[in-house]
């Protein structure tokens, strides 16, 4: 089975710029998260779907971030504009529903902001 | 707050040892206690899950002890080998959907022969 796919692996861009992100889940997989990590720290969530509806974005930045997932399939997550402080690599996840805790991850993408 | 806790220093073990990684919380009933492992580049991969009313699970090498009283996860890898090094981490699954999922800092582990 595929694994779940994230792109771009690497970004960069100077701040005040804005950055999208692409997440294909695992096929069937009704729930979908975003993370952001940042170095040497776990992952921290910042919004969370269950089908195309959000279930929690209560540490999702909305006055910079957003994120959709039309059709409760692929998702995009994108900052508008960027700040230092949101280098990190953004991790996506997913799961079977939302009784199934165990979450596949993709292999993230690190975005560096200058 | 709540807050999780992992072993902030890396761990270094021998070879054919066992490994022991802790992982504490505060002001936090989980329903769920998940491990993963985590390499360089490369997002977590699920290890065990365990729930509130289990105390223990095992998984070929792998361990996971819950205990909620003293709001502790003990993961322990025994007959450790130099692959199972790695950054392990914690995290804790709320009991309802009002709270939201938790992961802990990880613990760096290292392996030698």
């Known amino acids: 089975e595929a694994g779940v796919a994230q792109s771009p692996r690497y970004k960069i861009i100077e701040k005040r710029q804005s950055v999208a992100f692409w997440c294909n889940p695992i096929?069937?997989?009704?729930?979908l998260y975003w993370y952001q990590q940042i170095l040497g720290q776990g992952p921290k969530l910042l919004i969370q779907f269950q089908n195309n509806g959000v279930v929690d974005d209560s540490q999702l930045p909305k006055d910079r971030f957003s994120a959709e997932r039309l059709k409760g399939v692929d998702s995009t997550l994108k900052i508008q504009p960027a700040k230092l402080e949101d280098s990190a690599v953004y991790l996506c996840?997913?799961?079977?529903?939302?009784?199934?805790?165990?979450?596949?991850f993709g292999p993230g993408t690190r975005l560096t902001v200058t | 707050s709540q807050k999780i806790e992992q072993n902030s220093e890396a761990l270094n073990i021998q070879e054919g040892k066992t490994a022991t990684l802790t992982c504490n919380y505060t002001n936090y009933s989980p329903a769920y206690l998940q491990w993963y492992r985590q390499d360089p580049g490369r997002g977590p991969v699920f290890l065990l899950l365990i729930r509130e009313n289990e105390k223990e699970k095992r998984k070929e090498r792998l361990k996971v002890t819950f205990d909620t009283t003293l709001k502790q996860s003990l993961f322990h890898i025994t007959a450790s080998q130099p692959a199972d090094s790695a950054t392990y981490l914690c995290?804790?699954?709320?009991?309802?959907?009002?709270?939201?999922?938790?992961f802990g800092s990880g613990t760096r582990l290292s392996i030698r022969p």
């Open positions: 096929s069937g997989h009704a729930t």
């Open positions: 995290a804790l699954d709320p009991p309802s959907s009002a709270s939201k999922i938790i």
């Open positions: 996840a997913s799961s079977l529903d939302g009784v199934t805790y165990e979450q596949y």
